[in-house]
């Protein structure tokens, strides 16, 4: 039996019994991010835990926020732990949509900043990112005017003074996942954003548009052209948002149309040869595919 499971109390079962009893008193997914970050602190010999997530507004722009924080460490040493390099490698790892288990702080962090967590005991750094099909509300306490419900992307920071042990890592895991799934039933995490329209279905939802480089849509004519020119209006707000990070999703709730004008904008910008539909993994999605999953998508 591995270390943790020795003790009852640390358990994964025990510990989702436990939040089972507290779910009813949570009213906001961050009371819930507050206690999965007290918790692991206490049951998993971790440092420090904050919780980021990816935060949209309506004006386009995408951002990392802090949305939980726990530690051992006074509030002075939870400001260098939430530092502007903690936040750079935070933002760098929700861009990127990947995790990192377990590495040493004096590999990632710059000397000065590796010091410093050193005096904290804190010598590894492990980031778990996860998303979901489901729509994370506004913050609970003062939320910026511009920002709107975004889809579900966090990114767990933890430190601490030994490599997180397998068991733990696991646990982890599997407490995250199904916190989560407790959220999604009490309400505390919406399937369907703040307004009409309807969403996306998931299997589309992952796909980024990326803009097809200027050279190949007009550059062969014309080798001083340099800016693609998309008469439509809503056709050229929706080219502006794309930036080969934000999906399909994202991009439709910035958007804040009906989901069929949404298919039918994506489709012009797809046919006319300005953007391509890629996996995250990097493939590009055929256009009659793509085509045909729009047209389900919206029926």
């Known amino acids: 039996m591995e270390e943790f499971s020795s003790n009852k109390s640390t358990r994964p079962i025990v510990i989702v019994s436990q939040l089972l009893q507290l779910i009813t008193s949570m009213h906001h997914i961050d009371d819930l ?3 999965l970050a007290a918790t692991m602190v206490e049951h998993f010999n971790m440092l420090s835990v904050q919780i980021w997530a990816v935060q ?3 004006t386009g722009s995408v951002r990392r926020k802090l949305r939980a924080s726990s530690s051992r460490h006074s509030s002075q040493a ?5 530092s502007v390099e903690v936040k750079v490698f935070v933002e760098r790892m929700l861009r990127e949509r990947r995790g990192i288990l377990s590495v040493p702080v004096v590999s990632t962090f710059s000397r000065y900043q590796a010091t410093i967590f050193a005096q904290q005991d804190c010598l590894y750094w492990t980031a778990y990112f996860l998303s979901k099909g489901v729509f994370l509300p506004l913050t609970q306490k003062e939320p910026e005017g511009e920002e709107v419900p975004t889809p579900l992307q966090v990114l767990f920071s933890f430190f601490t003074q030994a490599p997180l042990q397998p068991a733990h890592a696991r646990a982890v895991s599997f407490l995250i996942e199904q916190a989560l799934r407790i959220a999604i039933s009490h309400g505390l995490l919406s ?3 703040e307004k009409p329209g309807g969403t996306i279905q998931l299997d589309i939802a992952p796909l980024i548009p990326e803009r097809i480089q200027t050279t190949k849509i007009e550059q ?3 080798p001083f052209s340099h800016a693609v020119v998309i008469p439509e209006r809503r056709s050229r707000q929706l080219y502006d948002l794309i930036d080969g ?3 399909i999703q994202e991009l439709q709730l910035l958007m804040r149309v ?3 004008v949404f ?3 994506l489709q012009t910008l797809v046919l006319n040869s300005y953007i391509n539909v890629r996996e995250v993994n990097g493939k590009i999605v055929e256009t009659p595919t793509f085509s045909r999953e729009t047209q389900d998508a919206s029926s």
């Open 245 to 247: 990070k934000k999906n």
């Open 258 to 260: 009906e989901q069929k």
């Open 33 to 35: 991010f507050a206690w």
């Open 191 to 193: 399937t369907e954003s």
């Open 220 to 222: 062969g004519e014309n």
């Open 78 to 82: 939870i400001n260098i732990l939430e």
């Open 56 to 58: 949209a507004s309506r």
């Open 263 to 265: 298919w039918e904008l």
